[in-house]
């Protein structure tokens, strides 16, 4: 790329990925202007806190003490009345099938772009896409990140290609699925609900979950440019796990806090129907991911909603204590249609279904 490409506005971008961008040899010295979607001197006085996240043992929560389980349940509570995110560790998904997973995703990203092509501007409901940026369609900027999407429950998808990626996000899938399960099933005890009522309400046996990869190559500006804006997620949990190389920041008390996971560990954020089911007791938590100069990263999401059929709406008994409705319903598949056919800001969708306080 020539130097004066990095002046380019959007419409004269030549290249249609950031892997294109990073792959095609030439060293940008700055970042072409499209991507320059924040203002360093707004951006850089946002306060830092330097605070650790919770963390909540996996397996004290399934195979401890009655003892140790109901401490565990307390802990998760507190975690997503004052955090909506956290950290899990000693939980029982492989750390070999983390890795091989991680593989798989890097094996997606490195085919031809010709090949990815093939998943390419689709419509935002689609099983399996290929992108860049959140939706180009309509973004005045551009985000720092090339993504896959797919749907893996109730009906599992996968691309063909690269050799493996089915089996091993299959399995994938399976396992983090299962682990969400565990821990819905413990936030709905913390609310003091009944966990029978969980997967009638949210219809859980054909819980929506999709896979989401997340590629930022190395950027040359990166005070300037954003892997993903400010955001909250649409499901009920989010379960991320990320190359070694930070970049998630979430908002916690009004301040950005970077998380540093723990080897092996997984980042979990409560997302807007949890928010809703809950009436408001666990908000969703808004986090963006920051991109750098020097490092590849790679986040896999995997979040898991209700059914696309249910319409939650707040929990009649959690409504009964607090005197107030504090939300509309939607159908889960009208809420993400929306948050995804738009600009990705903040809570915009579940602002949409506030009721007055
Ligand atoms: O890459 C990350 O750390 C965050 C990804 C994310 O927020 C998302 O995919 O919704
Ligand atoms: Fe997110």
Request: overall charge negative; hydrophobic content about 35%; aromatic content about 8%.
């Amino acid at each position: 790329m020539a130097a004066h490409e990095a002046l380019l506005p959007l419409s004269k971008l030549k290249y249609s990925t950031i892997k294109e961008i990073s792959d095609s040899g030439v060293v940008l010295s700055s970042l072409p202007s499209c991507y320059a979607c924040r203002d360093p001197d707004i951006n850089g006085s946002t306060e830092i806190l330097e605070e650790e996240v919770p963390i909540i043992d996996f397996s004290l929560l399934v195979g401890g003490t009655a003892k140790q389980r109901a401490q565990v349940i307390q802990d998760l509570g507190k975690a997503c009345r004052d955090w909506g995110f956290f950290m899990v560790v000693n939980h029982d998904v492989p750390k070999r099938l983390m890795e091989t997973m991680l593989d798989a995703c890097k094996g997606f990203f490195n085919m031809r772009e010709e090949e990815k092509q093939e998943y390419n501007g689709k419509h935002v409901l689609d099983p399996i896409r290929h992108g860049t940026s959140f939706n180009t369609s309509v973004e005045k900027f551009r985000y720092w990140r090339d993504y896959l999407k797919v749907f893996v429950h109730p009906h599992f998808h996968s691309p063909a290609k690269p050799s493996g990626f089915r089996e091993i996000s299959l399995e994938y899938v399976t396992r983090t699925r299962e682990m969400a399960k565990e821990l819905l099933k413990a936030i709905w005890e913390s609310l003091e609900l009944k966990p029978d009522d969980m997967e009638e309400t949210l219809d859980l046996n054909s819980c929506f979950q999709i896979l989401i990869v997340n590629l930022y190559p190395p950027c040359p500006e990166p005070e300037l440019a954003l892997g993903i804006p400010p955001h909250s997620d649409h499901g009920l949990l989010t379960i991320l796990s990320e190359n070694g190389v930070n970049g998630l920041k979430v908002e916690h008390n009004g301040k950005w806090v970077h998380v540093k996971p723990a080897p092996n560990s997984f980042l979990v954020n409560t997302g807007d129907h949890m928010e809703i089911v809950s009436n408001g007791k666990y908000k969703s938590v808004v986090h963006q991911a920051e991109v750098n100069a020097s490092s590849t990263r790679i986040s896999i999401a995997t979040a898991l909603g209700p059914s696309l059929d249910t319409v939650v709406v707040p929990e009649p008994q959690l409504v009964k204590h607090e005197h107030q409705l504090a939300y509309n319903g939607m159908k889960y598949r009208d809420f993400i249609e929306h948050q995804q056919a738009n600009p990705l800001m903040d809570k915009s969708v579940l602002d949409l279904l506030k009721l007055q306080k």
